[in-house]
């Protein structure tokens, strides 16, 4: 028997894999620079685990749907992510630590789309309310904030891995106090890539946008900031800000989900972007940022419950998390691509970056209203 009911393992599970990321994103940049990256290397380091994720993506997708066995992929992800950042600290040379981030990436983002499939398979067995599971990942991404907002400060610079590292051991503990879901009909038999309607397709596509318009803000804005005088610590308050708001979200998710539904969730998503993104793009006074942190609620939140129940209504029976996997897939090309013109730009442009990652948001937006009228 279990150790942990479903809905505390899985909470658990989420945790431990934005914790991870909740100091991943705006610390990792920081000690990119720390070791010797300039905003054009920083910007190449991190679309290479993008890069590397346009392959591995899917195919974590495809190996869970075939094996029927979410949990000891989980575990194996997540244990795999812990050992290949463990050798992102420990590389002698920059050549060997992108590898090592290239072989963490394989393992660590296609955990999401993989939990994101069980948890909607148990929530349709009446076990978990998605939202009220998934916000624990959110709360832990805050806690990740803070905690290299005010601790790395007074510890040495690899702290920020061996958090990363501490996080994925969490995740895979609490895997391993899951089941194993029933197969869905032709699970089992389950070959290929799922077939996909027209309507999901075009509402993977303005998700992709919506969500790659995020990637000049997670290369650049805890630097921006730093440079505009905030601390560490108050670098870690303005991620925790938006991150809040995305719990609150979460919180209520399935009521938003019902009274919205999926498509009118990706079209505010690219809404809020382009309110989000068009303001920073003109220096807005620090006193605005807490205000533009909140539409992250919008702008990944609503984006991300949107996608996860376009795939929960319109997959093919038992490929759940191959879908989800190829959604996330789009979005790794999209994030790659906008990571990559990201250092470019900031160079160029500084802070009229974000111009275009407010345009990317725009288009997603877009092409949501179509999905929506389809």
Not at 27 to 41: K, T
Not at 339 to 368: K, N, R, V
Request: aromatic fraction near 10%.
């Amino acid at each position: 028997m279990p150790v942990l009911a479903p809905r505390h393992a899985i909470s658990l599970a989420y945790a431990g894999l934005f914790f991870g990321i909740g100091i991943y994103l705006p610390f990792f940049p920081v000690w990119l620079e720390g070791r010797g990256f300039d905003a054009a290397m920083i910007a190449y380091a991190l679309a290479v685990p993008f890069g590397v994720r346009l392959f591995t993506m899917p195919l974590g997708g495809l190996a869970a749907d075939r094996s029927g066995r979410p949990r000891a992929t989980l575990i194996v992800y997540a244990l795999m992510t812990a050992l290949a950042f463990c050798a992102v600290a420990l590389a002698p040379s920059a050549a060997l630590m992108l590898v090592a981030l290239a072989v963490a990436a394989s393992f660590w983002q296609p955990s999401l789309p993989v939990l994101d499939a069980y948890t909607v398979a148990r929530r349709a067995e009446g076990l978990v309310d998605y939202g009220r599971v998934r916000l624990w990942g959110s709360l832990s991404f805050i806690v990740g904030n803070f905690a290299g907002g005010f601790l790395l400060g007074g510890l040495p610079g690899d702290a920020v891995v061996w958090f990363i590292v501490a996080g994925s051991l969490m995740a895979a503990f609490a895997a391993l106090a899951l089941d194993e879901v029933e197969p869905a009909p032709r699970a089992s038999a389950a070959r290929g890539w799922p077939k996909v309607s027209a309507v999901l397709a075009v509402a993977i596509i303005a998700a992709a946008l919506v969500q790659s318009s995020h990637a000049t803000l997670y290369a650049f804005a805890s630097l921006s900031w730093r440079a505009q005088g905030l601390s560490d610590a108050m670098i870690g308050t303005m991620w925790a800000t938006g991150v809040i708001a995305e719990v609150v979200l979460f919180r209520y998710a399935t009521r938003v989900t019902r009274a919205l539904g999926p498509a009118l969730l990706l079209a505010i998503g690219g809404l809020g972007g382009v309110i989000r993104f068009v303001a920073m793009s003109f220096d807005a006074p620090l006193v605005l940022l807490p205000a533009l942190q909140v539409l992250h609620a919008a702008t990944f939140g609503c984006t991300y419950l949107g996608t996860v129940e376009m795939v929960a209504r319109h997959a093919p029976a038992g490929r759940g998390t191959a879908v989800q996997a190829l959604a996330a897939w789009a979005t790794t090309i999209a994030m790659a691509l906008a990571t990559l013109a990201s250092g470019p730009l900031w160079q160029a442009y500084g802070a009229h970056a974000f111009l275009f990652s407010a345009a990317l948001a725009g288009a997603g937006g877009m092409i949501a209203l179509l999905a929506a009228r389809r």
